[in-house]
C-alpha cells in the first residue's frame, strides 16, 4: 500500500512538473500576441501534453489517496504520453521538443505498472 502511495506521489509531481514546462511557454506566446487556439492546436503536442499531464496528476492523486480506479487513470495519462511522445519521435521533429518526454515516458509507464501490478492491500 505504501509503495502504490509513493507512486502515485512521484507520478503526480513528475507530472506537474511536465504541466508547468508546457504551459510556461504557451503562456510567454500568448503574451507576445499569439491566440490560445494557435498555441493548443497547431501542432496539438501541447493539448496532449496538457491532456495527459492532468490525467496522471489526477491518477497520481487518486493514488496517494488511495483510491479505487486510480491506476486507470493514470494509465490512461502515462499511454497518450508515451503515444505522443513516439510520434513525435517517429514524425521526425526535432529532438530538442522530444527530450523530456523520452526520458519520462518510460519513468511514468514504471509507475503505471507499479500502480497496475501491486495489490492495494
Known amino acids: ?42 501542432p496539438p503536442v501541447s493539448l496532449l501534453r496538457i491532456v495527459s499531464t492532468a490525467l496522471l496528476i489526477i491518477g497520481g492523486l487518486l493514488a496517494l489517496g488511495a483510491v479505487r480506479g486510480a491506476a486507470w487513470v493514470f494509465s490512461a495519462g502515462a499511454l497518450v504520453f508515451a503515444l505522443m511522445t513516439g510520434a513525435m519521435i517517429g514524425l521526425g521533429a526535432d529532438y530538442t521538443v522530444w527530450a523530456d518526454e523520452a526520458i519520462l515516458a518510460p519513468f511514468l509507464l514504471v509507475i503505471c505498472g507499479v500502480l497496475l501490478f501491486c495489490p492495494r492491500k
Not at 13 to 41: F, K, N, Y
Open 1 to 42: 500500500m505504501l509503495v502504490r502511495r509513493i507512486a502515485g506521489f512521484a507520478g503526480a509531481a513528475v507530472s506537474a512538473w511536465m504541466l508547468w514546462e508546457t504551459i510556461t511557454p504557451i503562456m510567454r506566446q500568448i503574451s507576445l500576441g499569439s491566440d490560445l487556439a494557435t498555441e493548443l492546436l497547431n
